[in-house]
């Protein structure tokens, strides 16, 4: 049997897609997918058990959070490079930091867990985090939460 020219394999494969295409329809001729009702019952859990381990599904709530960023001089900074990690809440819920300790935390962010942060957008984000109005009531004192900002914190629950 003589094998088929590129050209010849190329037109089927092009014959082939397009069947496949038709086939699927176009996008809006699907039926959409029923929302999921703010009251509708979890699921009930699954196990699967296979040579002594046994694996259960759970369901999670997660809290909604529609928190953002205050207006304020490099609002725009903050909100376009820490939201895409964590919530507003996060930042706005911690307790008063320094400048320094700031900086720590926003180097770790970007060291150790490689948050897409600019090194030149550091400065401006510690401005904005430092001149929050809870942190001006309670400057803080001591050492930086984190004192080695490349190291990442030990949450294996261990006491060490």
Same mark, same amino acid.
């Given at each position: 049997?003589?094998t088929?020219?590129?050209?010849i394999?190329?037109?089927?494969?092009?014959?082939?897609?397009?069947?496949?295409?038709?086939?699927?329809?176009?996008?809006?001729?699907?039926?959409?997918?029923?929302?999921?009702?703010?009251t509708?019952?979890?699921?009930?859990?699954?196990?699967?058990?296979?040579?002594?381990?046994?694996l259960?599904?759970?369901?999670?709530?997660?809290?909604?959070?529609?928190a953002?960023?205050?207006?304020?001089?490099?609002?725009?900074?903050?909100?376009?490079?820490?939201?895409s990690?964590?919530?507003?809440?996060?930042?706005?819920?911690?307790?008063?930091?320094?400048?320094?300790?700031?900086k720590? $935390?926003?180097?770790?962010?970007?060291?150790?867990y490689? /948050?897409?942060?600019?090194?030149? #957008?550091? =400065?401006?984000? %510690? *401005?904005?985090? $430092?001149a929050?109005?809870?942190?001006?009531?309670?400057? /803080?004192?001591?050492k930086?939460? #984190?004192? =080695?900002?490349? %190291? *990442?914190?030990?949450?294996?629950?261990?006491?060490?």
């Amino acid at each position: 049997m003589k094998t088929p020219s590129p050209g010849i394999m190329a037109a089927g494969l092009i014959g082939l897609t397009g069947i496949i295409l038709i086939s699927i329809g176009a996008p809006s001729s699907r039926k959409a997918s029923a929302p999921i009702s703010e009251t509708s019952e979890p699921a009930p859990p699954v196990s699967v058990s296979a040579r002594g381990f046994s694996l259960t599904s759970t369901s999670v709530d997660l809290p909604v959070d529609d928190a953002s960023y205050p207006d304020g001089p490099h609002a725009d900074v903050i909100n376009a490079n820490c939201t895409s990690c964590h919530s507003a809440s996060m930042a706005l819920t911690q307790p008063a930091l320094s400048a320094a300790q700031w900086k720590a $935390t926003v180097t770790k962010m970007r060291e150790v867990y490689k /948050a897409p942060v600019a090194e030149k #957008d550091v =400065d401006a984000i %510690v *401005a904005y985090l $430092t001149a929050m109005p809870h942190q001006k009531a309670a400057p /803080a004192t001591g050492k930086a939460q #984190d004192p =080695d900002p490349k %190291v *990442a914190p030990d949450v294996s629950g261990g006491t060490g």
